[in-house]
């Protein structure tokens, strides 16, 4: 713990700037409160909360109850007619159903036995002749299908390129690679097998079942694209011829050899020219069926209306889901992302509410939104924002949002422990901008750091968060974010390693701006245009 942080345990009383007001109702915000709603929202049997998911259904609950404790109210009509606090919508999702590959009697399937590069679609199980073709290369040098005719049928090739025992290129005697070999090799591959007439791809990817483990394992935390959430039902880019990346043992079962086999075939190949090799056939079968499922979520909705000035919103912002369970079956808990930040929606949320019981409640009306699908591509504050805003956006002054609170970030780490990065306050309104500097330097005294808000930084982390989705309709936003750290969406972002003094003086610090903005005579400006 620094000095700052020494002197602000001391408490707010001592900061005369403050009404008397502000001080008590900020000090409702606790860090034994956000660890004690931390961890129920972070453990394992929330299952990583994934969009969704019924983990995220229960962690939707848990949100809502706690807005109805703290007598917020509901907004959202309900089929029966009533209002409740969950903003139900739907999502689609385009993905796998049957998947697989067989040879033989073996069965393999995807994301255990291969992985494609790109989309296609094989609605029924169609056979294919298979044929070897080497490295698949057709060049001045090098001309690895000869006479073979490949049409309509399923051809494998070797990844790369073949070289020298000196490690250059028997294409054209170079060390570097040709088109043909690199990271980007199978593109030009892939192209030449289909003008050839070459109805499905497959590359072997590894020289090992070890080293096609590790292929997989690169690979696989990419395939998440393929089975993207959308607000909307849509079409795909789909083919219908496949590129495979598979092993030397999936490779050796489509060619109809053994392991051993294709092993040494393919080290032929490597040391030749590609002339008077062995020619390696089979058969294949493939099925893959893409399809369109409907995905339920929701946000979570709970408000305080205002006094005089009701009819003007102020929107206080986290998301609540995040990536789910690990393909190893680890739960990523999502402490930090974004646990930190709904907790400390529901602790300001509790002040402002206590507030209003005492009578000191807010001028302007308090919107607390907590959205699903953000780690989806912010679904849900899209669906507020675009589709289905409960409260009008023109009478919508503000978003302050929360992600990702209560971890020091590497580029802090050991130096500060009592900052905040500070994003897109000034883009829209000059006033906010102000009032944020303003209420830190009266109450908290954090030291905003603004690296993020920055149009060049190549994070571009002004587009990455729920408030950004306010601020595409000229709503002026603040963003609250402790920066990035190696837990990032990893099962190791636990509640163990959040900093909860961090996270009150964080959630503090969106309180007094909050009291500012909501109690000010004359609505916010919007009188910048730096997006």
Excluded at 31 to 57: C, S, V, W
Excluded at 284 to 304: D, T, W, Y
Excluded at 478 to 486: I, K
Aim: include cysteine.
């Amino acid at each position: 713990m620094n000095f700052l942080t020494s002197t602000l345990a001391a408490g707010l009383m001592c900061l005369p700037f403050l009404s008397q007001a502000q001080q008590k109702f900020a000090e409702t915000i606790t860090a034994a409160d956000l660890e004690k709603h931390l961890r129920i929202l972070a453990a394992d049997d929330m299952q990583g909360r994934e969009t969704g998911t019924p983990g995220q259904r229960k962690a939707a609950e848990y949100i809502a109850g706690q807005f109805a404790a703290n007598g917020l109210k509901p907004l959202v009509k309900t089929a029966d007619g009533k209002l409740g606090y969950q903003q139900p919508f739907t999502l689609y999702k385009k993905t796998w159903g049957d998947f697989y590959v067989s040879a033989g009697s073996k069965r393999f399937a995807y994301l255990k036995d291969f992985v494609t590069n790109g989309l296609l679609s094989v609605p029924t199980e169609t056979p294919y002749e298979t044929v070897f073709v080497g490295y698949g290369i057709n060049d001045n040098t090098l001309n690895e299908y000869g006479d073979l005719d490949v049409k309509g049928k399923a051809v494998v090739l070797l990844d790369d390129e073949p070289k020298t025992e000196d490690g250059k290129s028997r294409v054209d005697a170079t060390s570097s690679s040709s088109k043909w070999g690199g990271g980007n090799g199978w593109r030009a591959k892939a192209a030449l097998a289909k003008e050839k007439g070459a109805a499905q791809i497959f590359i072997v990817s590894a020289d090992s079942a070890a080293g096609f483990q590790r292929v997989l394992a690169q690979r696989g935390a990419l395939m998440g694209r393929f089975n993207r959430l959308g607000l909307k039902p849509g079409t795909e880019d789909v083919g219908s011829v496949g590129v495979f990346l598979i092993s030397p043992d999936m490779a050796a079962a489509l060619l109809n050899v053994t392991t051993s086999q294709f092993n040494e075939a393919s080290r032929l190949y490597t040391r030749s020219t590609g002339t008077q090799l062995p020619k390696l056939t089979g058969t294949v079968a493939i099925k893959a069926e893409r399809i369109e499922e409907q995905v339920q979520s929701s946000n979570v909705l709970g408000f305080i209306e205002g006094s005089d000035k009701k009819d003007e919103i102020m929107i206080i912002s986290a998301h609540y889901d995040h990536i789910g369970v690990s393909a190893d079956g680890q739960v990523n808990n999502g402490a930090n992302d974004d646990g930190s930040g709904t907790v400390s929606v529901l602790e300001i949320a509790q002040a402002f509410a206590k507030a209003k019981a005492a009578g000191k409640g807010p001028r302007r009306s308090i919107l607390f939104l907590t959205v699903t699908g953000e780690e989806k591509g912010l679904l849900g504050s899209e669906y507020y924002a675009d589709m289905n805003p409960v409260l009008p956006l023109e009478n919508t002054v503000c978003d302050l949002n929360i992600d990702m609170v209560g971890r020091v970030d590497d580029l802090h780490q050991g130096k500060n422990d009592n900052y905040i990065y500070v994003i897109g306050s000034d883009k829209l309104s000059s006033e906010l901008h102000k009032i944020s500097e303003d209420a830190n330097e009266k109450s908290v005294k954090m030291e905003l750091d603004y690296k993020y808000n920055d149009p060049k930084d190549p994070q571009r982390i002004y587009y990455r968060s729920d408030h950004y989705n306010f601020a595409k309709h000229r709503i002026p936003i603040v963003f609250y974010f402790n920066g990035l750290h190696a837990d990032y969406h990893r099962p190791t972002d636990d509640v163990e390693k959040i900093d909860f003094k961090l996270a009150e003086r964080s959630a503090r610090l969106v309180f007094f701006t909050a009291w500012e903005v909501a109690n000010r005579d004359q609505r916010l400006a919007v009188d910048s245009n730096k997006q």
